[in-house]
């Protein structure tokens, strides 16, 4: 019989005692992994190396790479103009199903930038703005593809072509998806082209007649449902060149009989054009979930300050953007690889957690201590108190404690 030797394995702990006792430790000094994950890990640096030229004068000290990185984890750490300066108080310095959600956003400016133009704009009307397109993974919360456009542009303007070439930079092994859209993505030209890749989609519908072609259908009740009801059918608009299957959903909210003959009936309706054979109000509710990608965009704009970094160049501030949008990506897939608690945060408050405060990781006695800041603004009774730490209180697990 061969004796087999077994080394003893060090016991895991499953305790991280976080202790705020060090005077040294940098605010923002969160921001090393960032770098180390962007350089390293995913090759910024070489990437740009072998694709980028910005024609430098030999006077600059600064490579290309460490440029555009600065810009990325200035990003990160909050910063939202190209002047602004860092001040810190521091002693020193659903599941099984995929869906892609498509969307446009509005970015005011006060400014003569080239490309800034009146357009459509909910918040201030008449201002001018861009009108950037993006497209996220609604599994991740990652940004698959945007583009920067002049504030004049219509919500579909390009869409076709924008989906081609989202749907080019995606790996094989993403499998089948749903292209999920609003009413603005509504157009032959956005649907023909996912057809044409063989995807699924589910986008709502925007006509001028649509209340009149939702009048003559055949509505039916949906059982357990009493004020709901619902009607699917082929429509084909003005220009397509075969009909498409539509599902509209509509709720009652009000019925008007007073001084009236026959009682009125006020609907809530809604329609979709999808390939999906899922039941009516599962498509509504499919579409609906769609909601949470207004907060992704929220946090790429305001969180991280995409479009908000201005010059006078159109293509300079376009570069900035998508230079902010990897900011928003890099914080989401370090966040997804190590913390999943952390990954269904806002960046801002990540931000706040992690990246503005800086720890080190101690192993001393088969014990693990986070030190951080003794001068830790969360340390306690603030929105970020100690119980809140809690989260560190488990077991090691991987790039969490590498």
């Not at 989202?166 to 032959?188: H, I, K, M, W």
Request: with cysteine; charged share 25%.
């Amino acid at each position: 019989m061969v004796k087999q030797n077994y080394s003893k394995k060090q016991p895991i702990t499953t305790k991280i005692h976080p202790e705020f006792t060090d005077a040294l430790l940098t605010n923002y000094g969160g921001v090393i992994p960032f770098a180390d994950f962007l350089f390293t890990k995913l090759g910024f640096g070489h990437v740009l190396t072998e694709e980028l030229d910005l024609g430098m004068g030999s006077n600059c000290t600064y490579a290309d790479e460490q440029i555009f990185g600065l810009i990325v984890l200035g990003y990160l750490c909050g910063q939202d103009r190209l002047a602004e300066r860092v001040r810190s108080g521091d002693p020193t310095p659903r599941e099984g199903r995929q869906f892609h959600d498509y969307d446009s956003s509005v970015k005011g400016c006060y400014g003569h930038q080239q490309g800034a133009a009146k357009g459509f704009n909910p918040s201030r009307k008449g201002q001018k703005s861009y009108h950037p397109l993006l497209a996220f993974d609604a599994a991740t919360k990652e940004v698959l593809h945007s583009w920067w456009r002049s504030g004049d542009a219509y919500t579909g303007n390009g869409a076709g072509e924008f989906f081609i070439e989202t749907d080019q930079r995606l790996p094989e092994a993403c499998g089948n998806y749903v292209v999920r859209a609003d009413s603005g993505f509504f157009s032959d030209d956005f649907l023909t082209a996912i057809e044409a890749a063989g995807r699924d989609y589910l986008v709502k519908v925007k006509l001028k007649n649509l209340g009149k072609l939702l009048g003559g259908q055949d509505w039916q009740r949906i059982p357990g449902e009493p004020a709901t009801e619902y009607c699917e059918f082929s429509h084909r608009c003005g220009g397509w060149e075969c009909p498409r299957t539509f599902v509209a959903i509509r709720t009652l909210t009000e019925v008007r009989s007073e001084g009236l003959l026959f009682p009125h009936y006020i609907y809530h309706q809604a329609c979709y054009c999808s390939t999906l054979e899922e039941a009516p109000l599962e498509l509504h509710r499919l579409y609906r979930d769609r909601g949470e990608c207004e907060n992704w965009i929220g946090a790429v704009k305001n969180q991280l300050g995409a479009g908000t970094t201005l010059v006078n160049e159109f293509w300079a501030n376009a570069m900035l953007w998508q230079l902010a949008v990897l900011a928003y990506n890099l914080s989401v897939w370090l966040r997804r690889l190590t913390d999943p608690v952390s990954w269904r945060q806002e960046p801002r408050t990540f931000r706040e957690w992690f990246i503005r405060c800086a720890g080190k990781l101690v192993d001393h006695a088969r014990s693990y201590s986070l030190k951080m800041q003794a001068s830790y603004y969360w340390r306690s009774g603030g929105r970020r108190s100690t119980s809140s730490l809690d989260a560190c209180s488990c077991e090691p697990a991987g790039p969490a404690l590498g």
